[in-house]
């Protein structure tokens, strides 16, 4: 409820708490089991086949599979891609060695996350990382072919510059894959700001559903995830933040009635 009124009311005190929480939590030593922080995707229930992940992937299965839902519609070759918030940086890790694009860069406002990933992936020449906010993207119009933005854009508390820099980086032809979640009664409206992008649209859906079953699958981890690095006195608040009821009760995992959907947009 807080949550809410502070989303729709107060969306830059919102914005600043949650960089503060993002910021709390690059404080706690995450080891590497924490390379992704979405809800995760999942379609194995509707009869399609799972991606094929080495071992020691295949606890990153359902926030991977995000990724790949979103990047699958594309072709990848010779691309210059940009993800805004990438996070602890597994995304962009993932469609690096899944797509294969020519240059991959990360931006993130967590200066912590942005370090982890330059020890983390230094390995890679292609995929590089540095610290930038979403709605000020320091790079020169018309320059990269992708824009990639998983789960992030609900705490940018002015979207519409976003999207307005999303649209100047952007090449001719370049692709905007795009996935996050809203309030069910904001939906209309974000579908709006983003259709006045002026971007072709070539692809929407709803993966709610999707979403929400990827959840139940990897709620005992996610679970274990919270125990392990959440101070006890803020793991309620954490595992709320995480869609979980708590970690006694078998409720189901939750998205505190907001819907998911994901894009493929194009500049004309
Ligand atoms: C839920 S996490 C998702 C991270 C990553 N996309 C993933 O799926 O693992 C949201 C991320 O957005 C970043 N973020 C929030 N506001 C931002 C802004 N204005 N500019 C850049 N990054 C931002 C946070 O630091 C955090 O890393």
């Known amino acids: ?23 709390f939590i690059s404080t ?27 071992e020691e992937e295949e606890i990153h299965r359902y926030p991977m599979q995000l990724y790949h839902h979103v990047a699958k519609h594309i072709d990848w070759k010779n691309a210059d891609a940009l993800e805004v918030s990438s996070g602890r940086g597994g995304g962009a890790h993932f469609i690096v060695r899944q797509f294969k694009p020519k240059s991959y860069t990360g931006v993130d ?41 998983v789960e992030a854009s ?17 090449k001719p032809n370049g692709y905007f894959l795009y996935t996050d979640l809203r309030y069910e009664e904001k939906v ?27 959840m139940e699958l990897d709620r005992e981890r996610r679970i274990e ?20 009821a708590s970690d006694s009760s078998n409720a189901l995992p939750h998205l505190d009635n907001r819907r998911y959907w994901y894009f493929v947009l194009q500049k004309a």
């Open 1 to 23: 409820m807080l949550n809410k009124l502070l989303f729709h009311q107060f969306p830059n005190i919102k914005s600043l708490l949650t960089r503060l929480q993002y910021e």
């Open 28 to 54: 706690l030593n995450l080891k590497k089991d924490v390379l992704f922080m979405n809800f995760g995707y999942t379609a194995h229930h509707q009869g399609t086949d799972p991606i094929l992940l080495d």
């Open 109 to 149: 406002f967590s200066s912590r996350a942005v370090e982890f990933c330059r020890q983390q992936y230094s390995h890679l020449n292609e995929l590089k990382f540095q610290h930038g906010n979403a709605e000020a993207l320091a790079f020169p119009d018309n320059s990269f072919d992708v824009v990639v933005n």
């Open 154 to 170: 609900l705490y940018y508390p002015n979207i519409t510059k976003f999207f307005e820099h999303v649209k100047r980086v952007l």
């Open 188 to 214: 209309a409206i974000w579908h709006a700001q983003l259709k006045s992008m002026g971007l072709k649209l070539i692809k929407e859906e709803d993966i709610t559903e999707n979403v929400l079953k990827a």
């Open 225 to 244: 995830l919270v125990n392990t690095y959440i101070p006890r006195l803020l793991r309620k608040q954490f595992l709320h933040f995480a869609g979980l």
